[in-house]
Each structure stands twice: as C-alpha cells, then as structure tokens.
C-alpha cells in the first residue's frame, strides 16, 4: 500500500500532460474600438471561455488593421485612442500573463466601446488587481512599442491574410467568428470534453467586422 500513493501521483502527472498536450489552441487577432471586437469578446468569446475554457489556450493580439508609417509610428483606424488601448492590452497581457488575470481587463476595456480611455483602461486595471503604473509606464515607453511591432509583425505574417477583425485561427487555420464552442469542442482530441460540448448552445446574431481599409 505504501507503494500506491507514488504510482497514482506519477498516473496523474501524465495524464494531466497528456491533456493538456491535446489543448486547442485559438488565436484572436483584434484591435480596441472595433465595434465587432467588442461584440465577439462580449459574446462569443467570453462565452467560450466561460464553459470551455479548459479545453483551449488563447492567444489574444491587439493589432488588427493598424498601419506602421516609415517612421516607425502607428496610425490606427479608429484613430490615436485605439493604438493607445491596442498598445495597453500589449502591456497588460505582457505583466500579467495568466489568463484568468488579463482577459477579465479586455472584457472590461472592450465593454466600454467607443469611450475607451485611459481613465477606464485604469478602473478596469484596478478591478483586476493589476498594477496600472507599471501598465501605463509600458505603454507610453519603448516596451509597449516593442510588443506593438511584434504584434504588427505577427499580423502582418498571417497566411492567408487576415481581411477583418476580429479575425480567428483554431489550431492555425481561419475560422468564421461564429459558433466558437462548437468549433472548440470539435477540435479538441482529449477526453472527458465539457458538459457544454454536448449540448446545443445558443446562436448569437451574425455580425460583419472592421475591414481592412487605407489609412490616409
């Protein structure tokens, strides 16, 4: 019997690898302000995130349609606010890593639609416990232009291209933003899938998104 505890903690160790190797993986490539980002982090994501969230990572990038000039400087599409609140989600992400941590701050940032600000960017920083100086500090200097350009530079890589935000690859294919549990739980290979996996979810209402578009 002595034996039985160390056999059943070293079968637990690999299963719990076994599971998690099997994750899906979600990319969300978005941009803050875009009204259709907004209603898919509010809708369908969080959604997911809430009864499936065990089965997938998901790799958030705030960039969207943005434009690098030849300077170096940003020009976003919904003007100076967003590439602020793209640059602050880069930076919220970057300290706080745990996604339980920083997607609550998206939900509460996006939630808030065109009157993103700096101000709300705070209170919804302090609702997480995530230290807004540090955030800020990021923000306005080299390192929240540092994640920026990686952001840029993995958008900018997407193959095909992405044409909209929000814009979704499961597993590294492009998925149309709609139905994401059903997506999720087909994609995943790994046993026991969540309750939610095998009940009908609710529809929500077809939407179109931020397209691309010359930024003058």
Sequence with gaps: ??????VLLVVAALTARA???NLVN???YSEALCPDCDRFTEGEMKEAIEKVGEI???HFVPWGNAKMNDDGSFKCQHGEMECAMNTVEACVIKYNPIRSTWWPFIVCL??????QTWEIAQQ???KQNITWSEVKACAEGPMGKHLEVMYYEETASLNPPHQYTPWVLINGKHV???DMIRKICTAYEGENKPEACMRAQRQFPPMGGCYKEPLE
């Design 56 to 58: 997938f990572t998901l």
């Design 176 to 178: 149309k933003e709609t």
């Design 19 to 21: 599971s998690s190797s």
């Design 110 to 115: 996006e939630a808030h639609g065109y009157q």
């Design 26 to 28: 979600v990319s969300f």
């Design 124 to 126: 919804c920083a302090e």
């Design 1 to 6: 019997m002595r034996m039985l505890v160390p």
